[in-house]
């Protein structure tokens, strides 16, 4: 059974602060990997999404890939209220195969 | 942007009877895949389907059927609603045609089964 486990938190960081969200992975053949956001009742939304090993950037946002450690990791920097959220990390094992989900973690920044 | 959208926000169906829930998209994306949420398991692939008449098995199919006619409507149907399957579900889609192979949501579908 391939699975991916994250913290499921509450992860909580003050406004500002760099929050560090965290997920391994058992199947050293996964290729593709993703950040999902989801708000309270809504569905998850695509925020990042990483291929190659090692760091990539979009704004306030970088995800991390280590594939020898079968590690992935999300870095959202100058926290806002607004960032509070569940995070999702989700990977495809194979190009046409199917997303597997980690359980999530629940991330409040405190005003 | 591509658009996913499920037909209903929030139902409510009885014990026993037949539920269809249909999800559209609106960008040729080849593939389209059902989920359900619950609080503490996540969520969970119930059938995916790679392209027009084509669906495969997920990880939890029991208690459900799937349609795909045309390219861009996925139905999930529930043969014989039961409590159990009350839940939250999700339809998503993506191609497999550019370098960025995320899945896109709809809005879901949260269904209570009385």
């Known amino acids: 059974q391939k699975e991916v486990e994250q913290n499921s938190g509450p992860l909580s960081v003050p406004e500002g602060a760099i929050a560090s969200l965290n997920c391994t992975y058992s199947?050293?053949?996964?290729?593709?990997f993703f950040w999902y956001r989801q708000y309270s009742g809504k569905s998850p939304e695509l925020i990042m999404s990483?291929?190659?090993?090692g760091d990539k950037e979009d704004g306030r946002f970088t995800a991390q890939l280590n594939k020898a450690s079968q590690y992935v990791s999300l870095l959202i920097r100058d926290s806002q209220p607004s960032d509070s959220a569940t995070y999702l990390c989700?990977?495809?094992?194979?190009?046409?195969?199917?997303?597997?989900f980690g359980q999530g973690t629940e991330l409040s920044v405190k005003p | 942007d591509v658009k996913v959208t499920q037909s209903s926000r929030y139902l409510v169906k009885r014990t026993g009877e037949k539920v269809f829930l249909e999800c559209v998209q609106d960008?040729?994306?080849?593939?389209m895949f059902w989920y359900r949420q619950d609080p503490g398991l996540g969520l969970r692939l119930i059938y995916f389907?790679?392209?027009?008449?084509?669906?495969e098995k997920g990880d939890i199919p029991e208690g459900y059927s799937v349609s795909r006619e045309k390219k861009e409507r996925f139905s999930l149907i529930l043969e014989s609603a039961s409590t159990n399957q009350t839940s939250m579900y999700l339809c998503?889609?993506?191609?497999?045609?550019?370098?960025?192979?995320?899945?896109?949501f709809g809005s879901g579908t949260r269904l209570t089964v009385v």
């Open positions: 960008m040729d994306h080849e593939n």
């Open positions: 989700a990977v495809i094992y194979n190009q046409g195969g199917k997303l597997i």
């Open positions: 199947d050293r053949g996964s290729q593709s």
């Open positions: 998503a889609s993506r191609t497999i045609r550019t370098g960025d192979r995320g899945y896109t």
């Open positions: 990483i291929y190659s090993n």
């Open positions: 389907s790679y392209d027009v008449k084509m669906k």
